[in-house]
């Protein structure tokens, strides 16, 4: 352990949040240096990589609109659960690599994964950075580097309520004494709200919309409770009966409305988990309240509907895109104190 804290101070040692959107990763002492969609291109029908396999994240995402015929762009871990191993590592090795560069010291690497994967992904994930150059590689779960990014004190004998929506996942896990007491994934987040507003719009306006559009409506005007001020907003599609270009314009309260399916499930994956913890811990939330973090507690009034349903003071983290990332390199600094809940996990020490 000496060692390798000497070593630490060497090697470009960095923490991942790999999320179903967004790949991060946090270096110590400079904060927050990668922050790119989890998204890799490929030729189509293949899985070979474009560009030498370096169309990985934000190249990737520019290639797509340009030549749309012969690319396919894959998110492998879209629903929480890994689509295609070699993809994955791609994109895993490609991130890495241009962090930690080529030649030093071979870095530490503490990766947040979605806590529903399998035995068999997580090892996938190990391999893959291991190849990638890691020295070692820790796992953590996503809603415990979420705890920890938020400053929660997860490691107390007092309950951690933490609630991630992300892009195609949402994780709800109550926490304490530095391991998750109960939890529930389910795979309904941000995507699913675009989903939820192109089929709105297909439904009520015959208006065809793609999903960056959509992103953009549920950015500019989504909501989950109503807002002091309802807005509007002008957006163009293509008519799907003339099949002609055609400008719209939808406002909050319809939008809110369009978006109350997904939004149910991911409240209802919280009351669930509420209804699974222990009743001490449960008690000790009426006073500690959840916490929001994820793409999808920037939505406007999530805390408010939230708060409703569960009866729970919820609060949206500070910074809830990148509280993973900030969350797993603080794990990173304290590896000793993770200890005794990384044995179960099976991964990290020997
Ligand atoms: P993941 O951890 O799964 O990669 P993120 O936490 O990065 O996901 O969140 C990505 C999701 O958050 C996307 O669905 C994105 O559209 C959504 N998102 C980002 N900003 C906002 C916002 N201001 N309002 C609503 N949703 C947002
Ligand atoms: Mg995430």
């Given at each position: 352990m000496f060692l390798d804290a000497i070593w630490g101070w060497f090697s470009m040692d960095m923490g991942i949040d790999l999320g179903t959107c967004n790949t991060l990763v946090c270096v110590r002492n400079e904060g927050i240096v990668l922050n790119e969609p989890s998204v890799v291109a490929v030729r189509k029908g293949t899985n070979v990589v474009l560009n030498n396999g370096e169309a990985v994240g934000l190249v990737a995402r520019e290639m797509l609109g340009k030549t749309?015929?012969?690319?396919?762009?894959?998110?492998?871990?879209?629903?929480?659960?890994?689509?295609?191993?070699?993809?994955?590592?791609a994109m895993l090795s490609y991130f890495i690599n241009k962090v930690h560069g080529r030649g030093g010291f071979k870095p530490r690497v503490v990766i947040a994964v979605p806590s529903g994967i399998t035995a068999v992904e997580r090892r996938a994930v190990v391999d893959s950075a291991e190849r990638a150059g890691a020295r070692k590689v820790y796992l953590v779960d996503e809603p415990m580097a979420a705890g920890i990014g938020a400053g929660l004190p997860i490691t107390e004998p007092t309950a951690s309520m933490i609630v991630d929506?992300?892009?195609?996942?949402?994780?709800?896990?109550?926490?304490?004494?530095?391991?998750?007491?109960?939890?529930?994934?389910?795979?309904?987040?941000?995507?699913?709200?675009?989903?939820?507003?192109?089929?709105?719009?297909?439904?009520?306006?015959?208006?065809?919309?793609?999903?960056?559009?959509?992103?953009?409506?549920?950015i500019q005007l989504g909501s989950a409770s109503p807002l002091e001020q309802e807005l509007t907003m002008e957006i163009a599609g293509r008519d799907t009966i003339s099949g002609l270009p055609r400008k719209i314009v939808i406002t909050s309260e319809e939008i809110r409305?369009?978006?109350?399916?997904?939004?149910?499930?991911?409240?209802?994956?919280?009351?669930?988990?509420?209804e699974k913890a222990e009743p001490e811990l449960a008690a000790d939330l009426i006073d500690n309240g959840m916490y929001l973090c994820g793409g999808g507690a920037l939505l406007r009034g999530m805390d408010t509907?939230?708060?409703?349903?569960?009866?729970?003071?919820?609060?949206?983290?500070?910074?809830?895109?990148?509280?993973?990332?900030?969350?797993?390199?603080?794990?990173?600094e304290n590896l000793e104190l993770w200890k005794d809940t990384m044995d179960h996990n099976g991964f990290g020490w020997e």
């Open positions: 749309p015929g012969s690319i396919s762009a894959i998110r492998p871990l879209k629903d929480g659960v890994i689509s295609d191993f070699e993809i994955t590592e929506i992300g892009g195609g996942t949402t994780e709800v896990a109550i926490m304490s004494l530095a391991d998750i007491s109960t939890c529930e994934s389910i795979r309904v987040g941000g995507d699913d709200m675009d989903e939820a507003i192109i089929n709105h719009l297909k439904r009520t306006y015959n208006l065809l919309i793609g999903e960056p559009r959509a992103e953009q409506v549920k409305e369009a978006l109350k399916e997904p939004i149910s499930s991911i409240i209802e994956a919280a009351t669930k988990t509420l509907i939230f708060s409703n349903a569960t009866g729970l003071t919820a609060k949206r983290v500070e910074e809830p895109l990148t509280c993973v990332a900030r969350g797993t390199s603080v794990y990173l």
